[in-house]
């Protein structure tokens, strides 16, 4: 990534960072509505059904950032109900083939996540997708961006 100009920056960041928190929801439910649901260890919503598409999320916990086995970045909410262990789809997590994951900067961003850091997620619906042994297609819940407190995510 290239060197960001912090300096300029700061008064932008704070705007922004206002914005995310203004519209800001604690729970997902509060987002997506009564029609999001627990499947497996995501969350759908069925076609044409709950309120929103896309939304901020407030986690009032410590999300579990990580790369698991088959080298996809996820971030998990067991204390959300539903609970939900989610796909990470931002870019900045990625090398330029937009699927190997930049380890050091993911490692950095877990550390500033467990120790507590603001953190504000953008969420959102999949386009309709038909898991395998799954009887419809269905919007799968993601989180599209990753966004802290105080600063833009950057390289460590």
């Not at 509505?33 to 260890?41: A, H, I, S």
């Not at 090398?95 to 950095?108: C, E, F, V, Y």
């Not at 120790?115 to 919007?139: C, F, N, Q, Y």
Request: with cysteine.
């Amino acid at each position: 990534m290239a060197p960001c100009p912090w300096g300029r920056l700061r008064k932008h960041w704070a705007d922004f960072w206002d914005t995310l928190t203004g519209s800001a929801s604690d729970t997902l439910q509060g987002i997506f509505g009564r029609d999001l649901v627990r499947r497996g260890k995501s969350c759908t919503v069925d076609i044409g059904k709950g309120k929103a598409s896309l939304g901020c999320l407030a986690p009032r916990g410590r999300p579990n950032l990580y790369v698991n086995y088959d080298g996809g970045v996820r971030i998990s909410f067991p204390w959300l109900s539903p609970s939900a262990n989610l796909s990470v789809t931002d870019l900045r997590l990625y090398q330029d083939d937009h699927k190997t994951p930049r380890k050091t900067l993911i490692s950095h961003l877990r550390r500033k996540l467990q120790a507590g850091a603001g953190v504000i997620l953008s969420v959102g619906l999949t386009r309709p997708w038909r898991k395998e042994g799954d009887t419809a297609a269905r919007h799968w819940l993601q989180v599209n961006n990753i966004h802290l407190e105080g600063e833009p995510l950057r390289d460590p």
